[in-house]
Protein backbone atom coordinates (compact mmCIF):
# COMPACT_ATOMS: atom_id res chain seq x y z
CA UNK A 1 0.00 0.00 0.00
CA UNK A 2 3.09 2.54 1.04
CA UNK A 3 4.26 1.70 -2.56
CA UNK A 4 1.84 2.52 -3.89
CA UNK A 5 1.45 5.79 -2.48
CA UNK A 6 4.52 6.60 -3.55
CA UNK A 7 4.30 5.55 -7.15
CA UNK A 8 1.47 7.98 -7.19
CA UNK A 9 2.73 11.10 -5.59
CA UNK A 10 5.64 12.55 -4.05
CA UNK A 11 3.61 14.53 -1.02
CA UNK A 12 3.36 11.08 0.96
CA UNK A 13 7.61 10.71 0.90
CA UNK A 14 7.67 11.14 5.03
CA UNK A 15 5.21 8.68 6.12
CA UNK A 16 6.47 5.71 3.81
CA UNK A 17 9.83 6.30 4.93
CA UNK A 18 8.97 6.22 8.30
CA UNK A 19 7.31 2.72 7.75
CA UNK A 20 10.42 1.40 5.90
CA UNK A 21 12.57 2.35 8.81
CA UNK A 22 10.15 0.59 11.15
CA UNK A 23 10.26 -2.27 8.68
CA UNK A 24 13.59 -2.17 8.81
CA UNK A 25 13.81 -2.52 12.53
CA UNK A 26 11.24 -5.25 12.33
CA UNK A 27 13.60 -7.21 9.71
CA UNK A 28 16.53 -6.25 11.85
CA UNK A 29 15.10 -8.13 15.36
CA UNK A 30 14.02 -11.14 12.86
CA UNK A 31 17.41 -11.78 11.80
CA UNK A 32 18.70 -11.28 15.34
CA UNK A 33 15.78 -13.82 16.85
CA UNK A 34 16.84 -16.30 14.22
CA UNK A 35 20.61 -16.40 14.91
CA UNK A 36 20.07 -16.08 18.75
CA UNK A 37 17.56 -19.57 18.23
CA UNK A 38 19.81 -20.86 15.54
CA UNK A 39 21.44 -23.58 18.10
CA UNK A 40 18.25 -25.26 18.81
CA UNK A 41 17.96 -26.05 15.05
CA UNK A 42 20.88 -27.31 13.69
CA UNK A 43 22.11 -29.70 15.98
CA UNK A 44 24.81 -31.15 13.80
CA UNK A 45 28.11 -30.15 15.22
CA UNK A 46 29.86 -30.01 11.30
CA UNK A 47 27.18 -27.02 10.29
CA UNK A 48 27.52 -25.23 13.92
CA UNK A 49 31.00 -25.20 13.48
CA UNK A 50 30.63 -23.84 9.79
CA UNK A 51 28.46 -21.07 10.99
CA UNK A 52 30.96 -20.11 13.68
CA UNK A 53 33.62 -19.72 11.37
CA UNK A 54 31.19 -17.65 9.46
CA UNK A 55 30.55 -15.52 12.35
CA UNK A 56 34.52 -15.40 12.94
CA UNK A 57 35.09 -14.34 9.52
CA UNK A 58 32.43 -11.86 9.53
CA UNK A 59 34.13 -10.64 12.47
CA UNK A 60 37.18 -10.15 11.52
CA UNK A 61 36.48 -8.68 8.19
CA UNK A 62 34.54 -6.05 10.36
CA UNK A 63 37.25 -5.28 12.09
CA UNK A 64 39.30 -4.28 9.69
CA UNK A 65 36.83 -2.44 8.11
CA UNK A 66 37.16 -0.63 11.24
CA UNK A 67 40.53 1.32 9.94
CA UNK A 68 40.51 0.25 6.28
CA UNK A 69 37.23 0.65 5.06
CA UNK A 70 36.68 4.01 7.03
CA UNK A 71 40.97 5.64 6.49
CA UNK A 72 40.57 4.21 2.89
CA UNK A 73 43.99 2.71 3.57
CA UNK A 74 44.48 -1.02 2.36
CA UNK A 75 46.16 -3.33 5.14
CA UNK A 76 47.54 -6.66 3.89
CA UNK A 77 49.13 -7.27 7.26
CA UNK A 78 45.96 -7.26 9.57
CA UNK A 79 46.42 -11.03 10.63
CA UNK A 80 49.69 -10.09 12.80
CA UNK A 81 47.29 -8.56 15.23
CA UNK A 82 45.26 -11.97 15.51
CA UNK A 83 48.35 -14.05 15.43
CA UNK A 84 49.88 -11.57 18.49
CA UNK A 85 46.37 -11.50 20.47
CA UNK A 86 46.57 -15.40 20.04
CA UNK A 87 49.71 -16.12 21.11
CA UNK A 88 49.84 -13.61 24.23
CA UNK A 89 46.30 -15.28 25.74
CA UNK A 90 47.17 -18.89 25.02
CA UNK A 91 50.70 -18.34 26.72
CA UNK A 92 49.44 -16.28 29.57
CA UNK A 93 46.73 -19.84 29.69
CA UNK A 94 49.55 -21.68 29.68
CA UNK A 95 52.31 -20.27 31.97
CA UNK A 96 50.04 -18.15 34.42
CA UNK A 97 47.38 -19.85 34.22
CA UNK A 98 45.15 -16.41 33.56
CA UNK A 99 41.78 -16.73 32.18
CA UNK A 100 41.64 -16.31 28.51
CA UNK A 101 38.85 -13.36 28.72
CA UNK A 102 41.50 -11.15 30.61
CA UNK A 103 44.36 -12.91 28.83
CA UNK A 104 42.38 -11.93 25.50
CA UNK A 105 42.00 -8.53 26.73
CA UNK A 106 45.97 -8.40 27.41
CA UNK A 107 46.60 -9.40 24.02
CA UNK A 108 44.34 -6.70 22.23
CA UNK A 109 46.33 -3.90 23.89
CA UNK A 110 49.57 -5.37 23.21
CA UNK A 111 47.93 -5.79 19.45
CA UNK A 112 46.91 -2.12 19.75
CA UNK A 113 50.24 -0.73 20.83
CA UNK A 114 51.68 -2.95 18.20
CA UNK A 115 49.14 -1.15 15.84
CA UNK A 116 50.16 2.47 16.77
CA UNK A 117 53.60 1.73 16.47
CA UNK A 118 53.35 -0.07 12.60
CA UNK A 119 50.92 2.91 11.80
CA UNK A 120 52.72 6.06 13.02
CA UNK A 121 55.54 5.44 10.67
CA UNK A 122 54.25 4.22 7.80
CA UNK A 123 50.43 6.76 7.88
CA UNK A 124 52.01 8.71 5.19
CA UNK A 125 52.50 5.93 2.89
CA UNK A 126 49.87 5.93 0.39
CA UNK A 127 47.61 3.44 -1.17
CA UNK A 128 49.78 0.21 -3.08
CA UNK A 129 52.69 1.68 -1.00
CA UNK A 130 51.20 0.57 2.25
CA UNK A 131 49.36 -2.15 1.47
CA UNK A 132 52.93 -3.25 1.20
CA UNK A 133 54.45 -2.59 3.75
CA UNK A 134 52.16 -4.04 6.01
CA UNK A 135 52.48 -6.90 3.97
CA UNK A 136 56.51 -6.65 4.83
CA UNK A 137 55.62 -5.90 8.15
CA UNK A 138 53.15 -8.89 9.03
CA UNK A 139 55.72 -10.86 6.79
CA UNK A 140 58.52 -10.04 9.09
CA UNK A 141 56.95 -10.74 12.36
CA UNK A 142 55.91 -14.01 10.85
CA UNK A 143 59.24 -15.75 9.80
CA UNK A 144 60.15 -14.23 13.22
CA UNK A 145 57.93 -16.34 14.89
CA UNK A 146 58.22 -19.41 12.55
CA UNK A 147 61.87 -19.39 13.37
CA UNK A 148 61.86 -18.90 17.36
CA UNK A 149 61.65 -21.20 19.36
CA UNK A 150 61.67 -19.35 23.15
CA UNK A 151 60.61 -15.66 23.85
CA UNK A 152 62.21 -15.34 27.70
CA UNK A 153 62.16 -18.17 28.72
CA UNK A 154 58.62 -18.86 27.42
CA UNK A 155 58.17 -21.48 24.44
CA UNK A 156 56.18 -20.12 21.10
CA UNK A 157 57.38 -23.43 19.58
CA UNK A 158 58.02 -21.88 16.12
CA UNK A 159 56.49 -23.36 12.89
CA UNK A 160 55.61 -25.64 14.60
CA UNK A 161 52.13 -23.98 16.93
CA UNK A 162 51.04 -23.54 20.08
CA UNK A 163 48.49 -26.01 21.58
CA UNK A 164 45.63 -24.27 24.08
CA UNK A 165 45.94 -27.03 27.10
CA UNK A 166 42.68 -28.49 28.42
CA UNK A 167 42.00 -26.71 31.54
CA UNK A 168 38.31 -27.74 32.28
CA UNK A 169 35.15 -26.71 30.45
CA UNK A 170 34.48 -23.40 32.29
CA UNK A 171 33.20 -19.98 31.09
CA UNK A 172 36.17 -18.89 33.09
CA UNK A 173 38.38 -21.35 30.50
CA UNK A 174 36.73 -20.43 27.82
CA UNK A 175 36.44 -23.79 27.32
CA UNK A 176 33.28 -26.25 26.63
CA UNK A 177 32.19 -29.72 25.30
CA UNK A 178 29.87 -28.38 23.00
CA UNK A 179 30.24 -25.73 20.16
CA UNK A 180 27.06 -23.57 21.62
CA UNK A 181 28.51 -21.46 24.10
CA UNK A 182 31.17 -20.44 21.06
CA UNK A 183 28.59 -19.74 19.05
CA UNK A 184 27.26 -17.53 21.27
CA UNK A 185 30.37 -15.82 22.24
CA UNK A 186 31.19 -15.31 18.59
CA UNK A 187 28.06 -13.76 18.41
CA UNK A 188 28.26 -11.43 20.06
CA UNK A 189 31.54 -10.04 19.73
CA UNK A 190 30.09 -10.06 16.01
CA UNK A 191 27.10 -7.40 17.32
CA UNK A 192 29.59 -5.77 19.50
CA UNK A 193 32.08 -4.72 16.72
CA UNK A 194 28.78 -4.22 14.20
CA UNK A 195 27.92 -1.75 17.45
CA UNK A 196 30.87 -0.30 16.70
CA UNK A 197 30.76 0.46 13.21
CA UNK A 198 27.99 2.04 13.70
CA UNK A 199 28.88 4.15 16.48
CA UNK A 200 32.22 5.05 14.63
CA UNK A 201 29.73 6.33 11.85
CA UNK A 202 28.10 8.98 13.68
CA UNK A 203 30.67 9.56 16.33
CA UNK A 204 33.25 12.57 15.73
CA UNK A 205 35.96 10.18 14.96
CA UNK A 206 34.22 8.43 11.92
CA UNK A 207 33.11 11.81 10.81
CA UNK A 208 36.65 13.19 11.08
CA UNK A 209 38.50 9.64 9.13
CA UNK A 210 35.73 10.68 6.10
CA UNK A 211 37.34 13.62 5.78
CA UNK A 212 40.86 12.57 6.06
CA UNK A 213 39.88 9.86 3.87
CA UNK A 214 38.19 12.46 0.94
CA UNK A 215 40.96 15.16 1.13
CA UNK A 216 43.86 14.63 3.63
CA UNK A 217 45.02 18.39 3.24
CA UNK A 218 41.80 20.20 3.58
CA UNK A 219 41.07 18.10 6.60
CA UNK A 220 44.59 19.26 8.33
CA UNK A 221 43.47 22.55 7.50
CA UNK A 222 40.34 22.62 8.85
CA UNK A 223 41.98 21.71 12.09
CA UNK A 224 41.34 17.30 12.05
CA UNK A 225 44.49 16.31 13.63
CA UNK A 226 45.16 13.25 11.20
CA UNK A 227 47.86 11.40 13.02
CA UNK A 228 45.04 11.25 15.86
CA UNK A 229 42.39 10.15 14.65
CA UNK A 230 43.76 7.67 12.12
CA UNK A 231 45.96 6.55 14.57
CA UNK A 232 43.38 5.51 17.07
CA UNK A 233 41.29 4.22 14.36
CA UNK A 234 43.91 1.88 13.32
CA UNK A 235 44.80 0.95 17.24
CA UNK A 236 40.85 0.22 17.67
CA UNK A 237 40.82 -2.11 14.90
CA UNK A 238 44.16 -4.12 15.96
CA UNK A 239 42.38 -4.47 19.11
CA UNK A 240 39.66 -6.18 18.00
CA UNK A 241 41.27 -8.14 15.47
CA UNK A 242 43.31 -9.45 18.70
CA UNK A 243 40.52 -10.14 20.21
CA UNK A 244 39.21 -12.50 17.64
CA UNK A 245 42.89 -14.16 17.71
CA UNK A 246 42.01 -15.09 20.99
CA UNK A 247 38.85 -16.86 20.08
CA UNK A 248 40.06 -18.81 17.21
CA UNK A 249 42.45 -20.50 19.66
CA UNK A 250 40.26 -21.28 22.45
CA UNK A 251 38.10 -22.77 19.78
CA UNK A 252 40.20 -24.82 17.84
CA UNK A 253 42.49 -25.17 20.48
CA UNK A 254 45.64 -24.45 18.48
CA UNK A 255 47.28 -21.45 16.67
CA UNK A 256 50.66 -21.26 14.35
CA UNK A 257 51.99 -18.51 12.42
CA UNK A 258 51.20 -19.48 8.94
CA UNK A 259 47.26 -20.03 9.75
CA UNK A 260 47.16 -17.19 12.71
CA UNK A 261 49.96 -14.52 10.73
CA UNK A 262 50.24 -15.14 7.39
CA UNK A 263 49.12 -13.05 4.39
CA UNK A 264 46.21 -15.71 3.67
CA UNK A 265 44.25 -14.52 6.27
CA UNK A 266 44.95 -10.84 5.87
CA UNK A 267 43.95 -11.07 1.96
CA UNK A 268 40.64 -12.77 3.57
CA UNK A 269 39.84 -9.70 5.71
CA UNK A 270 40.18 -7.44 2.85
CA UNK A 271 38.54 -9.81 0.32
CA UNK A 272 35.40 -9.75 2.42
CA UNK A 273 35.15 -6.08 4.02
CA UNK A 274 36.11 -4.96 -0.04
CA UNK A 275 33.89 -7.51 -2.05
CA UNK A 276 30.56 -6.84 0.63
CA UNK A 277 31.44 -3.10 0.89
CA UNK A 278 34.01 -1.26 3.03
CA UNK A 279 33.01 1.73 5.07
CA UNK A 280 29.47 0.38 6.11
CA UNK A 281 28.57 -1.29 8.90
CA UNK A 282 26.67 -4.71 7.06
CA UNK A 283 29.22 -4.82 4.26
CA UNK A 284 32.03 -6.43 5.78
CA UNK A 285 28.84 -8.99 7.55
CA UNK A 286 27.66 -9.72 3.62
CA UNK A 287 30.77 -10.35 2.26
CA UNK A 288 31.90 -13.16 4.91
CA UNK A 289 28.46 -14.66 4.90
CA UNK A 290 28.87 -14.41 0.97
CA UNK A 291 32.18 -16.00 0.53
CA UNK A 292 32.87 -18.04 3.71
CA UNK A 293 30.13 -20.70 2.78
CA UNK A 294 31.55 -20.91 -0.77
CA UNK A 295 35.48 -22.10 0.40
CA UNK A 296 33.44 -24.32 3.17
CA UNK A 297 31.27 -25.86 0.59
CA UNK A 298 33.63 -26.64 -2.08
CA UNK A 299 36.04 -28.09 0.54
CA UNK A 300 33.68 -30.35 2.32
CA UNK A 301 32.06 -31.28 -1.47
CA UNK A 302 35.33 -31.99 -3.00
CA UNK A 303 37.27 -33.02 -0.51
CA UNK A 304 41.25 -33.10 -1.36
CA UNK A 305 40.39 -32.50 -5.02
CA UNK A 306 40.67 -29.29 -6.98
CA UNK A 307 42.54 -27.81 -4.23
CA UNK A 308 42.51 -24.38 -4.78
CA UNK A 309 38.88 -24.30 -6.91
CA UNK A 310 37.24 -21.71 -3.73
CA UNK A 311 40.50 -19.04 -3.77
CA UNK A 312 39.66 -19.68 -8.09
CA UNK A 313 36.17 -18.16 -7.19
CA UNK A 314 37.23 -15.72 -4.58
CA UNK A 315 39.73 -14.22 -7.18
CA UNK A 316 37.25 -14.05 -9.71
CA UNK A 317 34.24 -12.64 -7.90
CA UNK A 318 37.00 -10.03 -6.37
CA UNK A 319 37.85 -9.33 -10.01
CA UNK A 320 34.23 -8.54 -10.94
CA UNK A 321 33.48 -6.84 -7.51
CA UNK A 322 36.64 -4.09 -8.19
CA UNK A 323 35.53 -3.76 -12.22
CA UNK A 324 31.44 -3.77 -11.41
CA UNK A 325 30.50 -3.10 -7.53
CA UNK A 326 33.44 -0.56 -6.45
CA UNK A 327 30.78 -0.24 -3.49
CA UNK A 328 30.41 -3.97 -2.51
CA UNK A 329 27.59 -6.14 -2.78
CA UNK A 330 26.18 -4.06 -0.22
CA UNK A 331 24.66 -1.32 -2.81
CA UNK A 332 22.54 -3.79 -4.74
CA UNK A 333 21.54 -5.93 -1.87
CA UNK A 334 20.24 -2.76 0.06
CA UNK A 335 18.66 -1.06 -3.42
CA UNK A 336 16.95 -4.39 -3.76
CA UNK A 337 15.84 -5.20 -0.01
CA UNK A 338 14.72 -1.36 0.16
CA UNK A 339 12.21 -2.01 -2.68
CA UNK A 340 11.40 -5.23 -0.67
CA UNK A 341 10.86 -3.11 2.66
CA UNK A 342 8.70 -1.00 0.33
CA UNK A 343 10.81 2.09 0.90
CA UNK A 344 11.99 4.80 -1.41
CA UNK A 345 14.10 3.85 -4.31
CA UNK A 346 16.79 5.75 -4.06
CA UNK B 1 84.81 -15.54 8.53
CA UNK B 2 87.70 -15.62 6.17
CA UNK B 3 87.35 -13.33 3.24
CA UNK B 4 87.27 -16.34 0.19
CA UNK B 5 83.79 -17.61 1.37
CA UNK B 6 82.41 -13.62 1.73
CA UNK B 7 83.69 -12.90 -2.20
CA UNK B 8 82.22 -16.16 -2.96
CA UNK B 9 78.69 -15.11 -0.98
CA UNK B 10 79.33 -12.05 -2.42
CA UNK B 11 80.13 -13.34 -6.67
CA UNK B 12 76.78 -15.29 -6.14
CA UNK B 13 74.93 -12.23 -4.67
CA UNK B 14 75.72 -10.41 -8.10
CA UNK B 15 74.70 -13.59 -10.29
CA UNK B 16 71.11 -14.34 -8.58
CA UNK B 17 70.93 -10.26 -7.50
CA UNK B 18 71.34 -9.51 -11.73
CA UNK B 19 68.42 -12.04 -12.09
CA UNK B 20 66.10 -10.00 -9.12
CA UNK B 21 66.77 -6.85 -11.15
CA UNK B 22 65.69 -9.29 -14.47
CA UNK B 23 62.38 -10.34 -13.31
CA UNK B 24 61.58 -6.84 -11.62
CA UNK B 25 62.35 -5.32 -14.32
CA UNK B 26 58.77 -5.76 -16.44
CA UNK B 27 57.20 -4.83 -12.56
CA UNK B 28 58.84 -1.62 -12.69
CA UNK B 29 58.25 -0.95 -16.57
CA UNK B 30 54.75 -1.67 -15.93
CA UNK B 31 54.01 0.51 -12.95
CA UNK B 32 56.55 3.54 -14.63
CA UNK B 33 53.97 3.57 -17.38
CA UNK B 34 50.77 2.70 -16.21
CA UNK B 35 50.88 3.42 -12.71
CA UNK B 36 49.91 0.63 -11.51
CA UNK B 37 51.12 -2.37 -9.03
CA UNK B 38 51.03 -5.47 -10.79
CA UNK B 39 50.38 -7.90 -7.88
CA UNK B 40 50.15 -10.85 -10.45
CA UNK B 41 53.95 -10.43 -11.43
CA UNK B 42 55.03 -13.27 -9.78
CA UNK B 43 52.51 -15.47 -11.21
CA UNK B 44 53.06 -14.79 -14.95
CA UNK B 45 56.55 -15.71 -13.67
CA UNK B 46 55.17 -19.02 -12.33
CA UNK B 47 53.33 -19.54 -15.53
CA UNK B 48 56.49 -19.50 -17.76
CA UNK B 49 58.42 -21.78 -15.78
CA UNK B 50 55.69 -24.02 -16.43
CA UNK B 51 55.91 -23.67 -20.17
CA UNK B 52 59.46 -23.95 -20.09
CA UNK B 53 58.81 -27.76 -17.72
CA UNK B 54 55.77 -28.75 -20.16
CA UNK B 55 57.70 -28.23 -23.29
CA UNK B 56 60.83 -30.15 -21.53
CA UNK B 57 58.44 -32.77 -20.50
CA UNK B 58 56.22 -33.33 -24.14
CA UNK B 59 58.86 -32.32 -26.42
CA UNK B 60 62.38 -32.65 -24.99
CA UNK B 61 62.98 -29.03 -25.40
CA UNK B 62 65.78 -27.23 -23.61
CA UNK B 63 64.78 -24.57 -20.94
CA UNK B 64 66.81 -21.87 -22.85
CA UNK B 65 65.03 -23.08 -26.21
CA UNK B 66 61.62 -22.88 -24.87
CA UNK B 67 62.36 -18.50 -24.32
CA UNK B 68 61.23 -18.92 -27.95
CA UNK B 69 57.79 -20.34 -26.87
CA UNK B 70 57.54 -18.46 -23.74
CA UNK B 71 58.06 -14.79 -24.55
CA UNK B 72 55.04 -14.28 -27.24
CA UNK B 73 52.65 -16.44 -25.38
CA UNK B 74 53.43 -14.39 -21.89
CA UNK B 75 53.00 -11.11 -24.19
CA UNK B 76 49.93 -12.04 -25.42
CA UNK B 77 48.89 -13.43 -22.14
CA UNK B 78 49.69 -9.58 -20.97
CA UNK B 79 48.58 -7.87 -23.67
CA UNK B 80 44.90 -9.43 -22.60
CA UNK B 81 45.16 -9.26 -19.28
CA UNK B 82 45.31 -5.23 -19.61
CA UNK B 83 42.88 -5.21 -22.39
CA UNK B 84 39.85 -7.22 -21.18
CA UNK B 85 40.55 -6.86 -17.20
CA UNK B 86 42.39 -3.49 -16.45
CA UNK B 87 41.50 -1.22 -18.84
CA UNK B 88 38.04 -1.29 -18.06
CA UNK B 89 38.91 0.43 -14.75
CA UNK B 90 41.21 2.74 -16.27
CA UNK B 91 38.45 3.89 -18.70
CA UNK B 92 36.11 4.34 -15.75
CA UNK B 93 38.16 6.73 -14.13
CA UNK B 94 39.45 8.20 -17.29
CA UNK B 95 38.48 11.53 -15.64
CA UNK B 96 41.10 11.15 -12.51
CA UNK B 97 43.95 8.91 -12.25
CA UNK B 98 43.36 5.78 -11.83
CA UNK B 99 42.74 4.63 -8.12
CA UNK B 100 46.13 2.75 -7.39
CA UNK B 101 44.46 0.65 -4.76
CA UNK B 102 41.74 -0.78 -6.79
CA UNK B 103 44.19 -1.15 -9.38
CA UNK B 104 45.89 -3.36 -6.71
CA UNK B 105 42.86 -5.14 -5.80
CA UNK B 106 42.04 -6.10 -9.37
CA UNK B 107 45.87 -7.73 -10.10
CA UNK B 108 45.47 -9.41 -6.58
CA UNK B 109 42.36 -11.10 -7.94
CA UNK B 110 44.20 -12.15 -10.88
CA UNK B 111 46.89 -13.27 -8.96
CA UNK B 112 44.59 -15.80 -6.79
CA UNK B 113 43.20 -16.60 -9.49
CA UNK B 114 46.14 -17.47 -11.83
CA UNK B 115 48.13 -19.07 -8.90
CA UNK B 116 45.26 -21.41 -7.70
CA UNK B 117 44.32 -22.75 -11.40
CA UNK B 118 48.12 -23.49 -11.76
CA UNK B 119 47.35 -25.43 -8.44
CA UNK B 120 44.50 -27.59 -9.81
CA UNK B 121 45.65 -28.30 -13.18
CA UNK B 122 49.20 -28.77 -11.98
CA UNK B 123 49.31 -29.91 -8.58
CA UNK B 124 51.04 -29.24 -6.00
CA UNK B 125 54.17 -31.35 -7.21
CA UNK B 126 57.83 -29.82 -6.71
CA UNK B 127 58.64 -30.21 -10.30
CA UNK B 128 62.34 -29.74 -11.96
CA UNK B 129 63.58 -28.79 -15.58
CA UNK B 130 66.82 -29.70 -16.20
CA UNK B 131 68.73 -28.28 -19.14
CA UNK B 132 71.19 -30.20 -21.75
CA UNK B 133 73.99 -27.90 -21.09
CA UNK B 134 75.70 -30.45 -19.46
CA UNK B 135 78.97 -28.26 -17.76
CA UNK B 136 77.12 -27.67 -14.37
CA UNK B 137 79.94 -25.18 -13.28
CA UNK B 138 82.19 -22.17 -14.92
CA UNK B 139 85.61 -21.15 -12.54
CA UNK B 140 86.10 -17.66 -12.48
CA UNK B 141 89.81 -17.74 -10.98
CA UNK B 142 89.38 -19.86 -7.92
CA UNK B 143 85.56 -19.84 -7.66
CA UNK B 144 83.35 -21.80 -9.15
CA UNK B 145 79.80 -20.68 -10.47
CA UNK B 146 77.09 -22.35 -11.11
CA UNK B 147 76.50 -22.10 -15.35
CA UNK B 148 72.81 -21.32 -14.72
CA UNK B 149 73.31 -18.60 -12.83
CA UNK B 150 75.74 -16.81 -15.27
CA UNK B 151 73.58 -17.44 -17.92
CA UNK B 152 70.76 -15.81 -16.11
CA UNK B 153 72.98 -12.98 -15.03
CA UNK B 154 74.57 -11.69 -18.40
CA UNK B 155 70.78 -12.44 -20.09
CA UNK B 156 69.50 -10.05 -17.36
CA UNK B 157 72.15 -7.58 -18.09
CA UNK B 158 71.11 -7.67 -21.78
CA UNK B 159 67.58 -7.87 -21.73
CA UNK B 160 67.91 -4.75 -19.96
CA UNK B 161 70.07 -2.91 -22.35
CA UNK B 162 68.12 -4.24 -24.98
CA UNK B 163 64.52 -2.89 -23.41
CA UNK B 164 66.60 0.45 -23.00
CA UNK B 165 67.74 0.71 -26.69
CA UNK B 166 64.56 -0.04 -27.81
CA UNK B 167 62.53 2.37 -25.53
CA UNK B 168 64.82 5.26 -26.90
CA UNK B 169 64.94 4.37 -30.30
CA UNK B 170 61.88 2.96 -31.60
CA UNK B 171 58.69 4.66 -32.04
CA UNK B 172 56.55 2.91 -29.85
CA UNK B 173 59.75 3.20 -27.38
CA UNK B 174 59.22 6.61 -27.49
CA UNK B 175 55.25 6.48 -27.45
CA UNK B 176 55.60 4.41 -23.90
CA UNK B 177 57.98 7.15 -22.80
CA UNK B 178 55.83 9.96 -23.49
CA UNK B 179 53.08 8.28 -21.76
CA UNK B 180 54.91 7.58 -18.78
CA UNK B 181 55.71 11.10 -18.65
CA UNK B 182 52.43 12.41 -19.21
CA UNK B 183 49.51 10.51 -19.78
CA UNK B 184 46.74 13.05 -21.47
CA UNK B 185 49.73 15.30 -23.17
CA UNK B 186 50.40 12.33 -25.12
CA UNK B 187 46.74 11.68 -26.01
CA UNK B 188 46.49 15.01 -27.06
CA UNK B 189 49.86 14.33 -29.43
CA UNK B 190 47.94 11.49 -31.04
CA UNK B 191 49.26 8.68 -29.25
CA UNK B 192 46.66 5.29 -28.83
CA UNK B 193 47.28 5.43 -25.17
CA UNK B 194 45.21 2.31 -24.96
CA UNK B 195 46.85 1.13 -27.29
CA UNK B 196 50.75 1.93 -25.44
CA UNK B 197 48.75 0.42 -22.63
CA UNK B 198 48.70 -3.03 -23.83
CA UNK B 199 51.90 -2.73 -25.20
CA UNK B 200 53.73 -1.91 -22.20
CA UNK B 201 51.85 -4.43 -20.21
CA UNK B 202 52.77 -7.31 -23.18
CA UNK B 203 56.19 -6.41 -22.66
CA UNK B 204 56.05 -6.65 -18.78
CA UNK B 205 54.90 -9.95 -19.14
CA UNK B 206 57.05 -10.87 -21.71
CA UNK B 207 60.51 -10.10 -20.19
CA UNK B 208 59.40 -12.18 -17.42
CA UNK B 209 58.39 -14.81 -19.30
CA UNK B 210 62.17 -14.96 -20.45
CA UNK B 211 63.38 -14.61 -16.63
CA UNK B 212 61.20 -17.83 -15.92
CA UNK B 213 62.98 -19.45 -18.65
CA UNK B 214 66.09 -18.54 -17.35
CA UNK B 215 65.10 -19.63 -13.64
CA UNK B 216 64.03 -22.63 -14.76
CA UNK B 217 67.39 -24.74 -14.77
CA UNK B 218 67.89 -24.19 -11.33
CA UNK B 219 64.89 -22.95 -9.34
CA UNK B 220 62.57 -25.92 -7.88
CA UNK B 221 59.01 -25.21 -9.75
CA UNK B 222 55.51 -24.96 -7.48
CA UNK B 223 52.23 -23.20 -8.78
CA UNK B 224 53.32 -21.11 -5.35
CA UNK B 225 56.95 -20.22 -6.56
CA UNK B 226 55.83 -16.86 -7.94
CA UNK B 227 54.52 -15.04 -4.94
CA UNK B 228 57.91 -14.80 -3.22
CA UNK B 229 60.03 -13.43 -6.35
CA UNK B 230 56.97 -11.24 -6.83
CA UNK B 231 57.33 -9.57 -3.53
CA UNK B 232 61.23 -9.49 -3.99
CA UNK B 233 60.83 -7.45 -7.00
CA UNK B 234 58.41 -4.90 -5.51
CA UNK B 235 61.15 -4.33 -3.11
CA UNK B 236 63.51 -4.27 -5.93
CA UNK B 237 61.73 -1.46 -7.82
CA UNK B 238 60.91 0.69 -4.60
CA UNK B 239 64.59 0.16 -4.20
CA UNK B 240 66.06 1.03 -7.59
CA UNK B 241 63.33 3.50 -8.29
CA UNK B 242 59.95 2.82 -9.57
CA UNK B 243 60.24 3.38 -13.32
CA UNK B 244 64.10 3.33 -13.95
CA UNK B 245 65.69 0.58 -15.56
CA UNK B 246 69.17 1.17 -14.20
CA UNK B 247 67.73 1.10 -11.16
CA UNK B 248 65.89 -2.35 -11.14
CA UNK B 249 69.32 -3.78 -11.71
CA UNK B 250 71.24 -1.60 -9.37
CA UNK B 251 68.43 -2.19 -6.87
CA UNK B 252 68.15 -6.16 -7.86
CA UNK B 253 72.43 -6.84 -7.18
CA UNK B 254 71.99 -4.61 -3.87
CA UNK B 255 69.09 -7.14 -2.65
CA UNK B 256 71.30 -10.13 -3.96
CA UNK B 257 74.49 -9.23 -2.89
CA UNK B 258 72.92 -8.41 0.79
CA UNK B 259 70.41 -11.44 0.87
CA UNK B 260 73.50 -13.79 -0.01
CA UNK B 261 75.57 -12.40 2.47
CA UNK B 262 73.45 -11.83 5.24
CA UNK B 263 72.89 -15.49 5.07
CA UNK B 264 76.50 -16.12 5.55
CA UNK B 265 75.91 -14.86 9.52
CA UNK B 266 71.94 -15.81 9.95
CA UNK B 267 69.72 -18.64 9.10
CA UNK B 268 68.27 -17.73 5.41
CA UNK B 269 64.41 -17.05 7.05
CA UNK B 270 66.27 -14.11 9.27
CA UNK B 271 68.15 -12.90 6.20
CA UNK B 272 64.74 -12.52 4.54
CA UNK B 273 63.52 -10.40 7.28
CA UNK B 274 66.27 -7.83 6.56
CA UNK B 275 65.47 -7.60 2.95
CA UNK B 276 61.83 -6.85 3.93
CA UNK B 277 62.67 -4.40 6.67
CA UNK B 278 65.45 -2.47 4.26
CA UNK B 279 62.01 -2.26 1.99
CA UNK B 280 60.52 -0.40 4.77
CA UNK B 281 63.17 2.04 5.60
CA UNK B 282 64.00 2.53 1.88
CA UNK B 283 60.41 3.62 1.26
CA UNK B 284 59.98 5.78 4.64
CA UNK B 285 63.66 7.41 4.01
CA UNK B 286 64.08 7.48 0.44
CA UNK B 287 60.59 6.99 -1.22
CA UNK B 288 62.19 7.80 -4.81
CA UNK B 289 64.43 4.72 -4.28
CA UNK B 290 68.35 4.85 -4.82
CA UNK B 291 68.31 5.92 -9.11
CA UNK B 292 64.70 7.40 -8.79
CA UNK B 293 63.73 11.16 -9.53
CA UNK B 294 61.42 12.96 -7.49
Redesign the interface.
Known sequence: MNTTTLQTGAPALAAPQRTSGTRAMVAGAAVLAAALLLPLLVRNDYWLHSVIMVLYFAYLASAWNLVCGYV?Q?SFGHSVFSGVGGYISVTLLTHAGMSPWLGMLVGALAAAALAVAIGY??MR?????F???T???A??IR??F??TDVVFGIAIKGSQGLTVPLVGTSWAAMQFESKVPYYYIMLAMLLLVMGLTAWMERSRLGVCLKAIRGDRDAAESLGINPTRYYLAAFALSAFMTALGGTFYAQFIRFINPERNMGVELS?DMALMS?IGGQGTVLGPVIGAFFLTPVSEVLRSELGGQ????H??I???V??LA??YL?KGLLAPLSRWARRLLGGAPR | MDSYILTYSALNGVLIGAMYGGIALGLSLIFGVLRI?NFAHGSFLMLSMYIAFWLHHWLGWDPYASALVAVPVMFGLGYAVQAT?IA??IR?ERALVV????????T??????V???A??AFG?NVRSVPSHIEQTTLSLGDYPLNTFRVVGCVSSIAIAAALSLWLARTDMGRAIRATAQNRDGAAMSGINVGQVYNTTFGLGCAIVGAMGCLLAPFIPLTPSVGLSFG?KS??VV?LGGIGSIAGSLVGGLVIGVFESIAAQFV?T??A??FS??L??VI??VR?QGLMGKR
Not at chain 1, 306 to 309: D, M, T, W
Not at chain 2, 108 to 113: D, E, H, L, M, W
Open positions: GVPTLKGPYALTIAVEIIWENIILVGLLVYGLLIVLP | VIPLREPISALLLAGVYIVDNLLMAIFIVTPTSILAFILLP
